[in-house]
Structure formats: structure tokens, C-alpha cells
């Protein structure tokens, strides 16, 4: 269930060109490793505890053309031997119950709404309402992203439709242009979980 590359585009809401009454719907953004790092600055202990208890996610989706049947562990927050952040994922509708020691609950739920609440309170959260036509392209490793609750009233339409890039496969594509361009450096870290 390796997050990636992610390609958000809306093919139709409501007919735009004679009428926008349709309410909310509005996409929300949000840069999780500031969050993140203002969370580590914050609540170091908590910070912490996410680095070090793993949560249970979860896909289950077998109503669909290729069922789905997701299922691993691991901390929240990932970090590589220098301390540097590697990877954040927050993905509450995908948590299964928690599956830890005893005496790691408590801490986990104080750090997990603690967390919860530095990106709700945000005040870096970008929004804005996609139009027909438009493409919205963000590294959803690193990039929380939802929608506002949204109301269409009779006739109305709403279609979105996403496709994915492996995170991977386009680092690869940014060191080879590095390297063909005579930069030496490495591609940034792009929160697939890499050390370098």
C-alpha cells in the first residue's frame, strides 16, 4: 500500500459554465513533514512515541474490478540513524485497531491526538476548489490532502479520477536528469522511507 506520486483530476463539477451553485467540495493540503517537525519541536516526547509504536493499517475494498487486501505495521513517523524524518503516514481511515504492548497505549493515543491536533490547527493548510478541467499533481507521501464536505443539488455532477506514479520509479527519473546534467547531489529525499 506504498503511497506515491499522486495525479488528482476533476473531470466534472456541476456544469461550470452555466451554473456553480453546488456548495464545498473544496480539496485541502497540507506539507505533513513541516508538521511534522513542528510536532518534533513541540512535543519531543510524543513525537517519540510515533517513531517508536507502530499502528495497523488496513485496505479491505472487494467490490471493486481488482480487490484489495492491505495489511502491515509501522510507526507513524520513521526517521534514519541521523535522526533525519524519512517518511510520515497519517492515514486515519485506513488504521486498523491498534496491535502493541500494553503499556504502549496510552502514550500512543496521547501522541497520536496530540499529532492529530498540530495538523488540524495548522495554519500552512492550503485550500482550494478544483474546476472542471483542472489537475492537481502532489507527492502524497508528503502531502496530506482531503475535501470539504460538499452539497449538489438536482442534476449536478461530481467526478473525480486519480492515478498514481510509483515514488520510486520518479526519484530514479530526477537522478538521471541529475546526472545528465552534471549535478552530482542526490535527488532530495521525497518521503519514501529512503536514508540517503
Known sequence: MECEIK????????????????????????DIFHSATEFRRQYPHHFDTLTRVPVTFHKNHFERERPAAYMYQ????????????????WSPPFEAPLKVREEDVEPYYEAYHTFAAVLENSPIQVEHRMRTGQCIIFNNRRILHARRKFTLHNGEQRHYQGCYVNIDDFRNSVQVAYIQHGREDLAKRNGNQCWL
Open 74 to 89: 509501522r510507526p507513524h513517523i520513521t526517521v534514519n540513524p541521523q535522526g533525519q524524518m524519512t517518511s510520515v503516514a
Open 7 to 30: 495525479l488528482s483530476s476533476c473531470r466534472t463539477f456541476v456544469n461550470e459554465l452555466f451554473d456553480d451553485s453546488a456548495q464545498g467540495g473544496e480539496s485541502l493540503f497540507l
